[in-house]
Every structure is written in C-alpha cells, then in structure tokens.
C-alpha cells in the first residue's frame, strides 16, 4: 500500500513526526483498509475512504508538531556543534604537535632557538576548541 505511506509523508513533510510513530501511523491506515476491503469495499475506494477520514494536518494538534519540530532541530544543532568541537580539537592537537616537533626537535639543531615560541602557538591555537565548547554548552543550556 504504497499510497498510504506516500500520503502519510507527503501530509507529515514539513511537520516529521519521529520515525516510529510515522511508521506506526502507516500501519494504522492500512489495517484500516485491510477491514475497509473486508466490508467489501475495493482497494482503491477503501484507500481513498481511509484517507478522506484521516483528514489534513489541520485536523490535529500543530503546536505539538511545531514543538516536536523545533526540538528536532536544536538536536541537529547540537550534534553539529559536537561534530565541530571534535575537529577543532583534534585539529588544533595536530597543529600543537607540529609547532611543538618544529620548535624543540628541528630548530634546535640549527641552533636558532634562543626562545620556545610553541607555547605561545599552543594558547592562541587553543581558543577555536574552547570557543566551540563555549557554543556547544550555550546550545545545551538552551534545550532545558
């Protein structure tokens, strides 16, 4: 019954429900044309009475669908967020690591090293982590 679950999704498009209680929903429709097609009812007109029944999104409460909505996104924003931190972390690790093996290993052997500037790399480099941490914790406060 792949009208039903076009239906289904092409009604719930901009308003996703999670995918459970979508998949739940489908399967509640077509139980309903399964008795629909028992009563003696084609597939075709059991399907477009299952539909007619069910209704439009109107039908049904927008503001929970609106805050299931918003509730999704500031998940994928999170999830974005620690993603970001991931990199920057091990990314300013590398760059770390690199100006740490240049200032100790190879400029030492050519004999220019009056000062250790890789300390000075390490704390600049060190603010893109922890500004993303700044913004990960913001967007985790916000979800409470």
């Known amino acids: 019954m792949k009208s039903i679950e076009q239906f289904i999704k092409r009604v719930f498009k901009n308003h996703p429900p999670k995918d459970r209680s979508l998949q739940q929903l489908i399967e ?3 139980e309903k044309v399964e008795d629909l097609k028992e009563e003696g009812y084609t597939e075709e007109d059991a399907i477009d009475k299952t539909i007619k029944e069910f209704g439009d999104l109107e039908d049904y409460d927008l503001p929970n669908m609106e805050k299931e909505k918003r ?17 920057s972390g091990i990314s300013s690790a590398l760059i770390i690591a690199i100006s740490l093996l240049l200032n100790f290993v190879l400029f030492r052997d050519l004999g220019v090293l009056s ?6 790399v390490a704390i600049g480099v060190l ?18």
């Open 115 to 120: 000062k250790p500037w890789s300390p000075i």
């Open 71 to 87: 509730r999704h996104i500031r998940i994928k924003t999170i999830k974005h967020h620690k993603n970001a931190l991931l990199f």
């Open 28 to 30: 509640m429709l077509e």
């Open 127 to 144: 603010f893109w982590p922890l500004s993303l941490l700044y913004k990960l914790l913001n967007k985790k406060g916000d979800m409470s």
